[in-house]
C-alpha cells in the first residue's frame, strides 16, 4: 500500500520587520508618550504658520548646494514639474507629521519614501542615506528657531523638541529600513525574473518583479528579497510562526519568526510548483524564472 509523503512547509526565515510592527515597536522604545505629545501639541500650531516657508526654503537651499543639486538633476537650472512634485511630496509628509500621525499607513508611507530615496522612485532618483539623515536634521533646526522666534517658553520648546526628535528619529528609522530593501533588490551577479498574477498585480501595481542574486543564491534569498521589497502582501501571503533557536553556549534560547505560504499559494520555478520539486533550497541560476499566484483563479 503505497504512503502519501508530506511535503515540507515552505518557510522564509530572516524577513525584515514588517513596517507596521517595526513602528509601533520603536515608538514604543523612544517613549513617545502623552507628555512629549503635549509639549508637540503645543508648538504644532507655529509650525504649521510656518509649513509654507518651511517647504519652499528647503527646496530653495537643496538647489544651491551643488551636491543635492546634482541629485535632482538641477546642475542646469530647476525642472519646475520636478520642483513642483517635489515641494508636493514634502508638504504631505509635513502635514501628517505635524499632526503627529503614528498609524501604520504611516509607517508604509515613510517605507516607501526610503525605497523612492533608493532610486526606485517614478524619476528613479538615487538619494544617498547621509543626505536623507542629514535633511531629517535641518527640519529639526527649523523647528527649533520657529518655536523660538514663535517666543514659546523655554520648557515647551525643550519639551516638543524631546519629543519632535524621537519622532522623526523613528520616522528615519522607516525610511532606512525602505532604502536597505530596496537597495537589496539590485544587489547580486544576474537577475530573476518574478512574474505576478492575478490581484498581485493590482495589489502591487505591476505584473513583474526583477530581483537580482548572487551566484549560489536559493529561492529562499529570492523570496526574502521579494517579500522584504513588497511587505504589504505579507498578512496575506504569509503566515507567522514562531520557532526557538538554541544559540549554543548561551543561556538563553532564542525565539524568531518564520514565514509559511499560506494555502492556495503557489510558487513556481520555470512552471514547476518548488513545494513538490525542491522546496526553497534550490539553486538559483542566471535564466531562471520564479512566478508567484495567489489563491483562486
Request: no cysteine.
Amino acid at each position: 500500500m503505497a504512503t502519501t509523503v508530506n511535503a515540507p512547509p515552505l518557510e522564509l526565515h530572516e524577513l525584515m520587520p514588517e513596517p507596521g510592527e517595526e513602528w509601533q515597536r520603536m515608538l514604543r522604545f523612544v517613549a513617545l508618550e502623552g507628555g512629549d505629545k503635549r509639549a508637540m501639541a503645543a508648538s504644532a500650531e507655529p509650525l504649521l504658520r510656518r509649513a509654507h516657508e518651511l517647504v519652499v526654503g528647503t527646496y530653495d537651499y537643496l538647489r544651491t548646494v551643488p551636491e543635492t543639486a546634482a541629485i535632482l538633476g538641477w546642475e542646469d537650472g530647476v525642472d519646475e514639474a520636478h520642483l513642483e512634485e517635489r515641494r508636493r511630496f514634502f508638504a504631505v509628509w509635513l502635514t501628517r507629521t505635524l499632526g503627529m500621525d503614528t498609524g501604520d499607513e504611516f509607517a508604509a508611507y515613510l517605507y516607501r519614501a526610503g525605497k523612492f530615496h533608493a532610486g526606485h522612485g517614478p524619476r528613479q532618483i538615487h538619494t544617498p542615506p547621509a543626505y536623507v539623515t542629514a535633511s531629517i536634521g535641518l527640519v529639526l533646526a527649523s523647528f527649533a528657531r520657529f518655536m523660538a522666534e514663535a517666543n514659546l517658553e523655554a520648557d515647551v520648546v525643550a519639551g516638543a523638541m524631546g519629543g519632535w526628535n524621537k519622532y522623526l528619529m523613528v520616522q528615519l528609522h522607516l525610511m532606512l529600513m525602505g532604502y536597505e530593501a530596496a537597495k537589496e533588490m539590485g544587489r547580486g551577479d544576474f537577475p530573476i525574473k518574478v512574474a505576478l498574477f492575478a490581484r498581485l498585480r493590482t495589489l502591487l501595481g505591476t505584473s513583474v518583479a526583477s530581483v537580482q542574486v548572487d551566484e549560489g543564491a536559493t529561492m529562499q534569498d529570492v523570496l526574502r528579497k521579494f517579500f522584504n521589497y513588497f511587505p504589504a502582501i505579507r498578512n496575506d501571503a504569509l503566515a507567522r510562526a514562531w520557532q526557538s533557536e538554541d544559540e549554543g553556549e548561551s543561556l538563553w534560547i532564542e525565539v524568531v519568526p518564520v514565514y509559511r505560504l499560506k494555502r492556495g499559494w503557489r510558487v513556481l520555478l520555470n512552471g514547476r510548483n518548488v513545494e513538490y520539486g525542491g522546496g526553497l533550497d534550490q539553486r538559483m541560476g542566471a535564466g531562471d524564472n520564479v512566478s508567484i499566484f495567489p489563491p483562486g483563479r
